[in-house]
C-alpha cells in the first residue's frame, strides 16, 4: 500500500467548543459565543491526492452526463438491520454508499445497538466490520457474548485510519461500523485527536470511501453538554443521515430519531428498550405512553393520539392545579411544548372563563414522550379543566384537534389514522375537528365519533356520559 503523502498546511485557528474556523485568532466565538476558545492548529488542503492511497478496486471516473443516461434501477437496494423500528427511522433500511452518524449521550446504548445491528446482517450472510477505536478487543468480545452477537462479525481495535483503510482492502466488507470519529485520527494532519480538524478530514475521507466504492457507513458521533453533536458543524453536513440516540439512564426506553435523512423522512422514530440481554423493540408503544387502566387517578388525565413521523402513538396528558398566593405562579411543563402550553392557558382562561391565573400547573406526557405538534391542544384543554373542577371524563375517550387562540377547533393531518389506532386499541369514544369528520366515517368505524367546532362543546362531551 501506498504511504500517505501530507499535503501542504497551514494554520488556522479553530473553535474547541463548536468547531468554528476563522483566519485569525479571536477572543469570542461568533458561532457559540464562548470566550478564550480559539485554538491554533494545522490546517491541510484536501486535494484529490489526499485520497489516492485508498486501495480498493478503482470505479468508473465521474464524467458529465445528460440524467436521462443515469441507471437508477438499483437505486432501492437496502441493507435491511433486521429491526422494523430502526428500518422506518432510516426509510426502508441503510441505503448501499451512504454515510450515517448516529450521536447520543454516553452509555445510552450506541455501540449496543449497533452491535447488535451487526450480528444480526452477519447472519444475512453480509460481511460486516466493527471498528472500535475506544474499547479494546476483550471487551468487545465479552459484551458479544452476553448480547449473543454472532461470532463471524469481522472486529478491528484501531485508531489510525490509514491502518483500517488498509484493512478494508483485505476483506471489502458491505457495512463499516466506526465507534467513534472523535477517536480516530489520520496522518495527513499533525493536529491532537477529537480536533476539529482531525474530525473534518478523517470524515471526509469516510465519505470518500462511501461514496467512491458504494460502501455503507456508520459512525458514532460524541455530543456536547449541550445535547449537541461534538465537533464542527461540517460534520452533519456532510454525512447522508443523522440519528440521535436519547433516553435516560434511569429509564428503560430509548428512543432513536431521524434529524437528518436524505433517503426517507426526517421526522420519523423508533422506540426499543433496554434489557439485560440488550436492546428489544417495542411491539404495542402506545402502551409506555399511558397510565394503567386500573389507576384509581381519573382526575386531571387525557389520551391523546399524537403523531410521530409516519406513525400513531397514543399519549396521555396529565395537569396538576394548585392555588397559590404568589404573584407569579408557577408554570412547569415535561414532554410538551412550553410556549404553546402557555398559549392554551390563556384561551381557557379568555374564552372559557377558567380561573388559571392564581394556580400553579404542573403539565406533563407520561412515559417521557415529546409531544409537539398542535393536536394535543385539545387533550391540555380537557385535562387542565378535569383537574381544576375535580370532574373526571367519560370512560375511554380519546381526543384530538388544535385549539385555535379564539376557541376553535381546527382540523388535523391523518385523522382517519388516528381513529382507526384509538378503535384498535379498545377505545369507545373519540373527539375531534368537525373538520375532520367525513360522513363515511360512520360505516368504517364502530367507535362512538363526536365532531366539534369549539372548544366550549368538547368541554361539555367530554364530561357528559
Not at 446504548?109 to 474499547?135: D, P
Not at 470511501?209 to 445535547?227: C, D, S
Not at 423522512?265 to 386500573?294: A, H, R, V, Y
Request: hydrophobic letters at 35%; aromatic letters at 6%; a positive charge.
Amino acid at each position: 500500500m501506498n504511504k500517505l503523502k501530507k499535503n501542504k498546511k497551514h494554520n488556522g485557528w479553530f473553535c474547541k467548543e463548536c468547531g468554528y474556523e476563522s483566519i485569525t485568532y479571536l477572543g469570542k466565538c461568533p458561532s457559540c459565543n464562548a470566550w478564550a476558545s480559539l485554538i491554533e492548529q494545522p490546517t491541510p488542503d484536501i486535494s484529490s491526492s489526499t485520497l489516492s492511497f485508498l486501495p480498493i478496486e478503482e470505479g468508473n471516473k465521474n464524467i458529465i452526463r445528460k440524467l436521462s443516461e443515469i441507471d437508477i434501477s438499483n437505486q432501492e437496494n437496502r441493507i435491511d438491520t433486521g429491526y422494523d423500528e430502526l428500518n422506518r427511522v432510516l426509510g426502508g433500511g441503510i441505503q448501499q454508499g451512504c454515510f450515517i452518524l448516529i450521536g447520543g449521550d454516553p452509555g445510552v446504548g450506541k455501540s449496543t445497538l449497533l452491535l447488535q445491528v451487526a450480528g444480526r446482517l452477519c447472519k444475512k450472510n453480509k460481511k460486516i466490520l466493527y471498528v472500535s477505536a475506544e474499547e479494546s478487543k476483550e471487551q468487545v468480545k465479552d459484551r458479544s457474548l452476553r448480547l449473543e452477537i454472532s461470532q463471524d462479525l469481522l472486529f478491528l481495535a484501531e485508531t489510525n485510519l490509514e491502518n483500517i483503510i488498509e484493512q478494508l482492502s483485505l476483506y471489502k466488507p458491505d457495512l463499516i461500523i466506526i465507534d467513534s470519529i472523535q477517536a480516530i485520527s489520520t496522518n495527513q494532519t499533525d493536529a491532537f485527536s477529537a480536533s476539529p480538524s482531525q474530525i473534518k478530514l478523517c470524515t471526509a475521507i469516510l465519505m470518500t470511501l462511501a461514496k467512491k466504492y458504494n460502501i455503507a457507513i456508520i459512525i458514532v458521533g460524541h455530543i456536547t453538554k449541550e445535547g449537541v453533536l461534538a465537533g464542527p458543524k461540517l460534520l452533519e453536513h456532510m454525512v447522508d443521515v443523522v440519528l440521535y440516540f436519547e433516553g435516560e439512564r434511569q429509564s428503560y426506553l430509548r428512543i432513536i430519531r431521524s434529524i437528518k435523512n436524505r433517503f426517507g423522512p426526517t421526522d420519523e422514530i423508533g422506540l426499543f428498550e433496554m434489557q439485560e440481554s440488550g436492546l428489544k423493540e417495542i411491539i404495542n408503544p402506545s402502551s409506555l405512553f399511558m397510565s394503567p387502566e386500573d389507576s384509581s387517578i381519573k382526575t386531571g388525565t387525557c389520551i391523546t393520539a399524537t403523531l410521530q413521523g409516519s406513525r400513531i402513538l397514543l399519549a396521555e396528558i396529565q395537569a396538576l392545579t394548585g392555588y397559590t398566593n404568589y404573584p407569579q405562579p408557577k408554570r412547569m411543563v415535561n414532554g410538551l411544548d412550553y410556549n404553546r402550553s402557555n398559549q392554551v392557558i390563556a384561551v381557557l382562561e379568555r374564552r372559557i372563563g377558567l380561573a388559571l391565573s392564581k394556580h400553579d400547573i404542573y403539565l406533563s406526557a407520561v412515559g417521557g414522550l415529546n409531544v409537539s405538534e398542535p393536536s394535543a391542544d385539545l387533550a391540555l384543554c380537557i385535562a387542565l379543566t378535569s383537574c381544576l373542577r375535580n370532574i373526571s371524563t367519560r370512560n375511554k375517550l380519546i381526543v384530538f384537534g388544535e385549539v385555535s387562540l379564539t376557541g376553535e377547533i381546527r382540523q388535523v393531518s391523518k385523522a382517519e389514522s388516528r381513529i382507526r389506532e384509538a378503535e384498535r386499541l379498545g377505545f369507545k369514544s373519540v373527539i375531534l375537528p368537525k373538520l375532520n369528520y367525513q360522513e363515511n366515517f360512520k360505516n368504517k368505524f364502530k367507535i362512538e365519533i363526536f365532531p366539534v367546532a369549539k372548544l366550549s362543546e368538547a368541554l361539555k362531551i367530554a364530561f357528559t356520559e
